[in-house]
């Protein structure tokens, strides 16, 4: 092992608000990979096969407001969670146990950490593993179709949306990582899908995957108008993966008994909070009875609903009613290019990176 690469992808520096950059990031590979000598009881040395690229990422890279602006920022104040810098920043993945001091893995296994290091080899205690079965599936597919946002697809639409056939259901960012499994397993529940993306390419996706309508925001114009035209029915089950002006303007076409799923503020995730505004249609949804929940799939780890969607996942795969756009890269030397491209639009579908 010790003639093998260890890349690493080091955070430099934090990313000013509405700045994409792979230069905060630099890739070192002078230090050799970890060895079985250096475990301590209960640890395991994991060699990573690949990472998920996910946008909440540029929530723990952004560059702390007192470096960010000449705003004060009072002592008293919670500070938000940041990557440690010149250490490898962290994410889901997967990979093989090449070394191990624990009982409850042995070299070979196959693994998943929900906060894996951007670096080839690293160390994990036991307790922060979760065993993959050596069910003849790619190892990727643990963070592509199997994956965190796959899960968090199903768990949003099942859990919060509870779908009923015939109704209408919303989805932005349809083309992306959840968003595309949203639509479908929406179809495969008997709903009229509406999908919200930002260019003529995912369009054609998501159509093809079978979305009913397509709403392009970059050229649609006024969004509540484009939604009602879109859906003069009134939306049933809105999934929300960008916030901002788009769930603003969601929320005045829902019917009554709608329900918002929250899933992610893309829109947000990088802006300059002082440009941000706040919800405004509130008080339109009150008599409505609307419900609007969030949801985090880490909780449901090992519970029943994540069996039920493995099941689910599978028995529509064979059916041939699940298709899943994959945007993979190779070496991990491309992560930083991977993560920015999620903010820029030049990704299409689950975005991962393959140790190679």
């Known amino acids: 092992m010790s003639a093998s690469m260890n890349t690493r992808v080091i955070l430099t520096s934090y990313a000013p608000k509405e700045v994409h950059s792979t230069s905060i990031f630099t890739i070192d590979r002078s230090q050799p990979p970890p060895d079985i000598s250096s475990l301590s009881e209960g640890q395991v040395l994991v060699k990573l096969d690949a990472i998920s690229i996910d946008p909440h990422l540029r929530l723990f890279i952004d560059a702390p407001p007192s470096e960010a602006s000449s705003d004060s920022v009072t002592d008293d104040l919670p500070k938000p969670f940041l990557f440690t810098l010149n250490q490898p920043i962290m994410s889901i993945g997967v990979g ?3 070394a191990s001091v624990s009982a409850e893995y042995n070299v070979g296994d196959r693994v998943r950490a929900e906060y894996f290091p951007w670096q080839t080899y690293a160390v994990f205690s036991s307790k922060d593993l979760t065993k993959i079965p050596d069910s003849g599936r790619p190892l990727e597919d643990y963070v592509g179709i199997l994956g965190m946002t796959s899960f968090t697809a199903y768990l949003g639409l099942i859990d919060v949306g509870r779908p009923k056939s015939g109704e209408t259901l919303l989805v932005s960012a349809a083309s992306g990582a959840v ?12 709903l009229r899908v ?3 993306v930002g260019s ?3 369009a054609t996706y998501i159509k093809n995957i079978g979305a009913d309508a397509v709403l392009n925001y970059k050229t649609c114009g006024n969004y509540e108008c484009a939604i009602r035209k879109i859906a003069p029915e009134g939306i049933d089950i809105y999934f929300d993966n960008v916030g901002g002006a ?6 005045l076409n829902l019917n009554v008994c709608a329900r918002v799923v929250l899933c992610g503020s893309m829109a947000t995730y990088a802006s300059d909070t002082s440009k941000v505004t706040g ?5 339109k949804i009150i008599v409505k009875e609307v419900t609007m929940k969030s949801i985090f799939y880490l909780p449901h780890i090992g519970t029943k609903i994540e069996s039920d969607f493995f099941d689910e996942m599978h028995q529509l795969e064979q059916q041939g009613k699940i298709l899943f756009k994959l945007d993979a890269r190779d070496g991990l030397e491309h992560a930083p290019q991977a993560l920015v491209d999620l903010f820029t639009g030049a990704n299409l579908g689950k975005v991962i990176v393959r140790e190679v």
């Open 96 to 98: 093989k146990v090449v």
């Open 179 to 190: 968003g595309q499994i949203v639509v479908q397993l929406g179809k495969a529940r008997g």
């Open 194 to 196: 509406i999908g919200v």
């Open 200 to 202: 003529d390419d995912k």
């Open 246 to 251: 788009l769930l603003d303007a969601a929320l």
């Open 279 to 283: 919800i405004k249609n509130l008080d």
